[in-house]
Every structure is written in C-alpha cells, then in structure tokens.
C-alpha cells in the first residue's frame, strides 16, 4: 500500500500545471491574498489583533475552508476540480489499462482515494502553518505592534485543537476524495465528474437546508433529523464533542435527534466504509475499454 | 506436451448497452505454446483488442475463462503481474517524465525501480528520459511502452502493433529485438500488427480473428505452405483444368484463345506430377511458375479483404 500511495503521490502532484491552479493556490494564492490585505488593513489603521486574533487563530481558521459551511461551499471547489480531473482522467487518457493488471483494483482505488485525501490536508496545512506567520509578517513589516507570545497553557490547548481540525478535515477530505472517485467511476469523463463532484458536495453541504425544504413540502418536520447521516454533520458533532463535550447545535428548526460521540463515529465508520465499498463494488464490475 | 503459456478457453464476451449487444467474441479456443512470436490478427473489430483486454483482466469475460500458466487470470493477480503489455496503444501520464512514469508503474506493480535505467537502455530511450511524455514521438511513446510492458521482466509479453511510428531501421531493430527476448531469454511474445509482412517475418505461429472467431491458426509456414500455388500456361484450358480439378483446386486465370493461365494449388514439390499428368494427356505446357502467398494474401482471403486495425 505505501508504494502505491507513492506512486499516486508522484502521480497527483506530477501534474504541475494543473496541481498549481488548483493545490498550490491555497498555500501561494492564499498567503499572498492573506499578506496583502494585512498590509492594506494595517495601512489604514487597524490593529494587529482587529485582523483577527493572534497567529493561532488563523491557522485554525485555514481549516474552515474545506470543513465549515459557509467557507467551505467555494474553499473546497479547487481541491475537488483536481481530485476529479485526476480520478476521471485515467479514463480519459487511458491510463487504467497500463495501471490495473500491476495490482488488485480495490488496492490501486484505495490508495488514490487515501492519497487525494492526503494531498488536500497537506495543502490546506501548509496553508495554515503559512498564514500565521503572513499576518505576523505583514505587521513587522509596517511596524505595527504585534500581540504577546501566547501562554504556554493556550499554546498546548492550541495543538490539541489544531490537530482535531487536521483530522476533521482529513476525513473530509476523505469524504470529497469519495465523491470525485464516485463520479468519476459513473461518467468515465473529466467534466462529467466535475459537474457531479461539485453537485454531490453542494448536496452535502447543504443538506440541512434541502431535507428542511422537503420537510415542509412533504409536511413531514422530522425529515430534517435524515442530517444526522451526513459527514458534515458528523465531523461537525465529532468535533463538539471532542471539544466541549456536548453534542453539536445546529440551530436548525424541527431538528431533535442528538448523537453521543459513540455513535457519532460508529455511524462515521459506516459511511466510509459503505462509501468505499460501493466505489470498490463499482469499479470490479467495470469493463475498461478506453 | 509442453503447458500452454495463455490459454482461451470458451471465450465469449458481449458488450450491452441501452440499445445494442454486441458479440465481440464468440466460444474462442485458443492454446499458445509458450517461447515463440504469436501473431494475432484481424480486422477491424474483429476482437483482438477484446481478447487481449480480457488476457489482462481488464474486462470481464460473458463466458469461459483465460488461464495463464494453468490458472484463471482472475484467481491469480500475480499471473497478470508475469504479463507484460501494451494494449492498443502506449498511453503515459503525458505530464510526467519518461522516468517517472516507469517509476510510477514499477511501485504500483511493487517491482524495484533499479531496473528501469537497463530497459530505458534497451529500447535506447537513455538521455530522453528526463522529457515529459508529451514531448516524446510517437516513436518515443512505443519504446517506451515497451519498456514498460518489460518491467517486472515478465515471462509473456502482448504487444499491440508494437512497430507503429518506427521508421524502417527502427522496425528491423525491433523485429530483432522481439526474437531475442524469445531465442534468448525463453519468453514468449503475442503481438498483432497491421504489418502483415513484419508478421510474416518476425512469427512462428499466427491465429487470425475474424467475427469474433478464430478463423485460422497454425505455424507460419505451414499455413503459407498449405495455400501455395503453381501458375502454369496451358493448352487447351479446358482439358488441363477437367483433368487437373480430380486432385487439386484449379482457378482459372487469364486466356488468349484455348491457351492461358491456371493457378493450382499444388505444391512446388508436386510440379512434376502436375506437369507429367498434363503431358501425358497431351496438353501442351508453357510455362511453371510457383506462386508462394504471402501472409497478407493469406489474411485477405480469410477475411476477404477487410481492414486490418481493430
């Protein structure tokens, strides 16, 4: 499995070009964006802490744009682009026939979903790890007064959160490697897969909002608890629960049912697993013609 | 008797979609003996892209299985592993290097990418390996392929039109290239080519596809051999082609009164009979000449004369 992660590795990140609109466009495009609105904010007037916190703080924040609802709905769009250009493009350029016969095709879809999923979390980490110092940066350079060095209690409590946003988004990620291999298994073509990534993600993200509309239509309220099986909502309650030990609000009208952390990860463990058996069942029964 | 090295046994495989079914192939039965050059050819869309696909597990078969040394191909990832191939056409991750899509391809099958400095020497791709695929030629491209089909140092090798984009010095090297592998080192090569006259040079056995079916198949020479002619100029026609059609096939060929051409299908050993039996009936004798077909004359009356891409 480790060489077939590196050879997806070398594969993914081989597409320069394309990786760079849409991988690199977090850590440089973001950065860049992140330094010059500093400077501008700086420039005319605000504080170091009126940006927005301390350095921890946006580093945080960086993970919001592939996990929380509203940043996330754009934030992760590029990352999805690449995972279903990469997934549908073996079918495309006809890759497949020179990849499959080498190894077991469960193996080969499981490392390029592990690997998409890596790739996410390594560009949005690098995003993070970059944004702190930018902002940190941007101020020195103009010679506004930075906050105080954190705590040594807070900076501990800052790892910890910050690894749980890692790996709240590692298994978003994982989600969003889904749906582009999904797709790309169903319409065997890059804007196909595109088009359906990009709607299934939509779809999850804003699953709340449409079972509460069909909800009133149907006249049938509790239609809105169906949110309970959708990742977002799942990571969302993982993370409560891990943080503050409740259960996560929603805010959300008619919603009732409320998930322990057991069952929060029992039912996470299922739906990745249902999601890849349903990729892997679909791609042994396919014929590669291309 | 030596174990056939690929083996096809009842074959079928239909391909249904909304509206159509196709039967791409139909019962095919097909042994190949393992050190030699099988040829494999066929028209367009005769099934040799389907047989091969289903050679490396890339589709499924409707009916019947491929064993490889023995065993379905299936059951046993490893047997695909011992195969080497290029399937239509070589196809790279065009934004990656030569190098590196070797590399790619050697950890994906967990083979030790040491080896791929010596074969991107043997298809003599050393120095352009740092260039991505997409500046290569498609001459470039097909070596490469075939330096990848060689990874791993596979036992059978299936190569489709493995000599497309080479220039002629470059197809007499790879003819040579393919016979050492099987003279040298004991592996066993199927390729189909559109080329008959580099598969008549370079095969020991040929099996010809057509509608789905094997239509013919046997050694190179045998089948040439079967379907050689002798061209004789006779008079009268008609009394050397009565006499003749009770021991062979006769066609009759151009005429100039009651003296012309008959193609006989005898033979070149058997020209004395031929002559002796027309001399002693009186029938004058002109001229003889053998006429060997060739493999694409050969093919083109199996197929009658359909394409040979598939």
């Known amino acids: 499995m480790i060489n077939l992660i590196r050879a997806e590795w070398k594969k993914l990140l081989g597409n320069r070009m394309l990786a760079s609109f849409t991988v690199w466009l977090y850590p440089t495009g973001l950065g860049a964006f992140v330094l010059v609105m500093s400077i501008i904010h700086l420039l005319g007037g605000e504080t170091y802490q009126e940006l927005g916190g301390n350095w921890n703080e946006p580093m945080l924040a960086s993970w919001n744009l592939i996990t929380q609802f509203p940043d996330a709905s754009l934030g992760r769009l590029p990352l999805l682009a690449f995972m279903a250009v990469m997934s549908a493009g073996e079918y495309e350029w006809g890759t497949w026939k020179n990849i499959l016969p080498r190894n077991r095709r469960w193996a080969i879809l499981v490392a390029k979903i592990l690997t998409m ?13 970059i944004s702190g110092p930018v902002r940190y940066a941007a101020a020195n350079l103009i010679g506004v007064q930075t906050a105080p060095s954190l705590p040594s209690s807070d900076l501990s409590m ?23 291999v999904f797709a790309a298994l169903l ?21 709340p909002l449409i079972l509460m509309l069909f909800g009133r239509i149907l006249k049938m309220p509790g ?19 891990i943080l503050n030990g409740v259960y996560l609000n929603t805010a959300l009208a008619d919603f009732t049912r409320n998930l322990n952390a057991p069952s929060t990860v029992l039912l996470l463990a299922s739906l990745l697993i249902g999601a890849a058996s349903l990729c892997i069942w679909m791609f042994n029964r396919q014929d590669i013609t291309a | 008797m030596e174990q056939a090295v690929i083996q096809l046994d009842h074959l079928s495989k239909t391909f249904v979609s909304r509206k159509t079914r196709v039967d791409a192939l ?56 011992a195969i080497g191939a290029i399937v239509e056409s070589a196809c790279f991750y065009n934004f990656l290097s030569g190098r590196d899509n070797l590399v790619l391809l050697a950890r994906t099958a967990g083979h030790n990418p040491g080896q791929i400095p010596a ?14 695929v997409k500046n290569y030629s498609t001459g470039m491209k097909q070596r490469l392929g075939i330096a990848a089909a060689l990874l791993g140092n596979p036992s059978l090798l ?27 080192h004991g592996k066993t090569v199927i390729l189909s080519s559109h080329m008959l006259s580099e598969v008549e040079l370079i095969c020991d056995r040929v099996a010809i596809i057509h509608h789905g079916e094997i239509a013919r198949k046997g050694a190179v020479k045998a089948l040439l051999s079967d379907l050689a002619h002798l061209r004789l100029n006779v008079r009268p026609v008609p009394a050397a082609i009565q006499l003749l059609e009770n021991r062979w096939q006769v066609e009759l060929g151009e005429c100039d009164g009651d003296r012309g051409w008959i193609a006989v299908t005898a033979k070149e050993d058997e020209a004395p009979a031929v002559i002796h039996a027309l001399s002693t009936q009186g029938i004058e004798v002109f001229q003889v000449s053998p006429r060997k077909q060739s493999l694409e004359d050969f093919f083109l009356e199996t197929t009658r004369g359909e394409d040979t891409h598939d």
């Open chain 1, 117 to 129: 999923a890596l790739v996410m979390v390594f560009a949005i980490g690098l995003t993070s790890i």
């Open chain 1, 158 to 180: 800052f790892w910890s959160a910050y690894a749980l946003e890692a790996g709240i988004a590692f298994f978003q990620s994982l989600f969003l490697a889904f749906f582009a």
């Open chain 1, 187 to 207: 319409t065997r073509t890059i804007i196909g897969s595109l088009l359906l990534s990009f709607g299934l993600s939509f779809l999850e993200m804003l699953s």
């Open chain 1, 223 to 241: 239609l809105v608890n169906g949110y309970i099986f959708f990742p977002s909502y799942l990571l969302g309650n993982l993370r409560s629960w």
């Open chain 2, 26 to 81: 139909k019962n095919v039965c097909l042994d190949i003996a393992p050190n030699q050059v099988f040829g494999f050819l066929g028209p367009n869309g005769a099934g040799k892209s389907t047989t091969v696909r289903l050679i490396m597990d890339l589709i499924r078969p409707t009916q019947g299985r491929v064993l490889f040394a023995g065993e379905d191909v299936r059951n046993n990832r490893s047997a695909s592993r």
């Open chain 2, 119 to 132: 074969l991107l020497d043997q298809v003599e791709l050393t120095g352009q390996e740092h260039k991505t």
């Open chain 2, 158 to 184: 299936i190569l489709d039109e493995p000599t497309n984009g080479l220039d002629p010095a470059g197809m007499h090297e790879m003819r040579l290239f393919l016979r050492k592998l099987v003279d040298d």
